[in-house]
């Protein structure tokens, strides 16, 4: 299926900064991913990784999750990690303190801003209505990128709602 693939297309969001900025940051990429997925009407919810559930270089790390009907689970779609300088120390990756001048090393955090085949998977679900199997309702922030509301090689149009 589309939940579980071998390669995916995704769009990462990646911050070096200062060590006392590195938790404003995390806070701002999880919340740009809410507003995505608000945009997007994707019943969803933000977890808290467990500290055992971390991998090596995260220190904290959110995941959002969506509601997949079809697999009756929550999906994970977007994660959040802040690796502090785990990995700027690995990479050999330092700046200089503007005010005391001195080489530090930057942290640096990543978040999934979408995986993509996660959140078509998604949108298909929560779009399709079984009282209008013809119909295929996505949210009006997807508009603009379909030219036609007919699907190719369907019968299938597009409601933006």
Not at 57 to 68: G, N, S, Y
């Amino acid at each position: 299926g589309l939940y579980r693939v071998h390669q995916f297309t995704k769009v990462e969001l990646f911050v070096l900064c200062s060590a006392n900025s590195s938790s404003v940051h995390l806070n701002e990429i999880s919340q740009l991913q809410s507003d995505l997925l608000n945009e997007l009407k994707l019943p969803f919810r933000v977890l808290e990784m467990a500290r055992w559930e971390l991998g090596a270089a995260a220190h904290r790390k959110l995941d959002h999750e969506v509601w997949m009907p079809g697999r009756k689970i929550w999906g994970e779609v977007m994660s959040t990690s802040n690796c502090t300088d785990y990995q700027s120390r690995r990479l050999a990756i330092r700046h200089r303190d503007k005010i005391s001048g001195e080489l530090e090393f930057p942290h640096t955090l990543n978040g999934t801003a979408c995986a993509i085949p996660r959140i078509i998977m998604a949108l298909l679900e929560w779009g399709w209505n079984p009282d209008e199997p013809q119909f295929l309702n996505l949210p009006v922030a997807l508009e603009p990128f379909f030219p036609s509301k007919q699907l190719l090689h369907h019968n299938l149009t597009i409601k933006f709602v």
